[in-house]
């Protein structure tokens, strides 16, 4: 089955969110644009009885612990004009351990209309051009704070023509990468924090209901002895009020967060503004240098002259821990190659070039990279290789990298790159590593996950990206490595352990090889996953597997090896392709439009 999909400029989509806001050009605030919506939707969409597929959006698939994207297929029993949502019937889901309400109150911008309809009579082709310009007005064009601002002041006239501008310069390539990267994570993180808002907003709504209900119920029993609370539970009233109190904490937490990328985002929208942040971003670290050292900024401009070199970064400890990780460093830095010494790992990750070397020592690297890794550079820590992968040791003696909270992936990697002797911790973000390009190698790494999240992605590769892992370890993820159509991977002593899904082949096209039978899943609820398989039972949604080789029969060419499973619900589930609610191309579309929209570096 596929979906409605439109390749428009960037110019025509902007042009046609304008037409509807400005038919009598007349001053409008931020109120009224929701209104404005309304009315064209009244005019365009069919009220009722379209079918579609709904992608169900992160925050909701967190709540009820479901893998994302998850996509289920259905039917619009009712339009909601006023809230521009739908009452959406699920009829179909891809997967049979995805248990949702029959009927759920949707927003319109999450459907995409399928081709095939049962009722032909119905006019799908203007709805789906209508949902796909509501869509692109609240990707791109609207904020989550707008709806707050006051109705004295002309929002067209204050943001519409900026908004216009910022957006066909993303498009364009006319801002610097660093700085196009952490606008488009500050809007994804808004996005998602506006997401998290209403349905929080929603649940405690619901809860301060059914505290009304049970306030009605019990005037009306007032004649009945009053019941014994156990000791331990306490009153219904006071469970009521600790369970609401976690959301209000949220809620203040979500609000403040919000606050401060408004009056971030707001400053980079004006054209001006930006290239003044560029500028400073630019220069701020070699002022930095220059104020510690003079020297600095003589080896600073040297790398401008493209002469490689190698940096070792430390934490600060004794000086005979930094002669021994010097010493260490000694044996690993290629012969002829200067060393410069870094103060942070963000430091130097700002100044040095693609394909230089990069030597960490224990302890905790933060950063907040912009950037993608690639030209055959690397990343290593100063330990033996043993000491990652044993979990007897601390983390905190360790190489460890990790990323601030609102971040949405740890480490970006679109051409050639290594990784050795490191602990990468993913617990603040959505992703470890987005594999968009290239060989993306790790050698002795261990990848630590949250363990509560059902959306978290460990490494996920991208169509013709390449991936080898030695000796490496990857836990308390929701997914542990996500293949795509055409991608490859060779696995040599790799363990994934604690993680809903350790390995997902979501095409056939995407080759594995598992490397010395040394490869292990333990205690995954999934150990692997393959999508698309011609099972031989046409009629089978799935086929639960016990052994790699026995998987193998249906793609020999493409899966090589084997490893074992340990503890695992279930070893290997394959979906059958005459199954699958999308057509392949659609699929692959929508797996990637949250990847691009974080990542990459033109907007189609």
């Not at 808002?197 to 649940?203: A, G, K, S, T």
């Not at 340990?566 to 005459?578: P, V």
């Amino acid at each position: 089955m596929d979906v409605y999909t439109y390749e428009k400029s960037f110019l025509e989509r902007l042009k046609e969110a304008k037409a509807v806001l400005s038919w009598d050009n007349a001053p409008m605030p931020a109120s009224q644009v929701r209104s404005e919506w309304k009315s064209y939707v009244e005019l365009q969409i069919e009220p009722a009885g379209w079918q579609a597929m709904w992608k169900i959006p992160r925050v909701i698939c967190e709540d009820l612990k479901l893998r994302y994207p998850t996509i289920v297929f259905g039917y619009v029993e009712q339009v909601i004009f006023d809230e521009l949502k739908a009452v959406f019937t699920v009829t179909a889901v891809q997967d049979q351990d995805v248990h949702l309400p029959e009927s759920n109150e949707v927003s319109l911008i999450e459907l995409w209309p399928t081709l095939q309809q049962e009722n032909s009579a119905l006019n799908v082709d203007t709805t789906a051009e209508c949902i796909d310009r509501l869509r692109f007005f609240y990707s791109h064009v609207w904020m989550p704070w707008d709806k707050d601002y006051d109705d004295d002041r002309d929002w067209v006239q204050m943001h519409l023509q900026a908004r216009i501008q910022l957006a066909c310069d993303l498009s364009k390539n006319r801002l610097p990468r660093p700085l196009a990267l952490h606008m488009r994570t500050l809007l994804m993180e808004a996005r998602y924090i506006q997401q998290r808002l209403e349905y929080l907003e929603l649940d405690m709504s619901d809860a301060e209901a059914e505290s009304d209900d049970e306030a009605v119920e019990l005037n009306d029993n007032t004649t009945d002895p009053p019941r014994k609370q156990p000791k331990t539970g306490g009153s219904p009233k006071s469970n009521n009020l600790n369970k609401s109190m976690l959301p209000v904490t949220d809620l203040m937490c979500l609000h403040l967060r919000l606050a401060i990328i408004r009056s971030e985002f707001e400053i980079l929208e004006n054209p001006e503004m930006r290239r003044a942040y560029s500028e400073l971003q630019s220069n701020g670290l070699k002022r930095h240098l220059l104020q510690r050292s003079p020297g600095r900024l003589s080896q600073l401009d040297e790398q401008v002259d493209h002469k490689q070199m190698c940096h070792v970064v430390t934490v600060p400890c004794e000086l005979q821990t930094q002669i021994a990780l010097l010493k260490l460093a000694e044996q690993r830095v290629k012969p002829d190659i200067k060393v410069q010494l870094g103060n942070t790992l963000q430091d130097v990750l700002s100044i040095s070039q693609a394909n230089e070397d990069i030597f960490i020592s224990p302890g905790h690297h933060t950063i907040k990279f912009l950037e993608h890794l690639n030209d055959n550079g690397s990343i290593q820590g100063l330990v033996e290789a043993e000491s990652v992968i044993g979990s007897k040791h601390d983390l905190d003696k360790l190489p460890l990298i990790c990323s601030s909270d609102e971040d949405s992936t740890l480490l970006v990697i679109d051409g050639d790159y290594t990784l050795a002797q490191l602990v990468l911790d993913c617990r603040h973000v959505r992703r470890g590593i987005l594999l968009r390009n290239g060989t993306l190698t790790l050698r002795s790494c261990r990848l630590l996950g949250d363990g509560r999240s059902s959306t978290q992605e460990a490494i996920v590769c991208m169509p013709e990206a390449s991936l080898n892992l030695q000796d490496c370890l990857l836990e308390n993820f929701a997914i542990g490595i996500s293949m795509r159509a055409e991608t490859s991977a060779k696995l040599n002593n790799v363990k994934i352990r604690k993680c809903n899904t350790g390995l997902e082949l979501l095409d056939q096209s995407a080759k594995l090889e598992l490397l010395g039978h040394n490869c292990n899943f333990h205690t995954c609820n999934l150990g692997i996953l393959a999508d698309g398989i011609p099972l031989p039972n046409s009629s089978e949604k799935s086929l639960a597997i016990k052994h790699f080789s026995e998987l193998q029969r249906y793609n020999e060419s493409n899966w090589l090896g084997n490893c074992t499973f340990n503890n695992c619900l279930r070893n290997i589930r394959a979906f059958n392709e005459t199954e699958q609610l999308l057509a392949k191309r659609t699929h692959q579309n929508l797996l990637l439009e949250e990847l691009d929209g974080e990542n990459k570096e033109n907007i189609n």
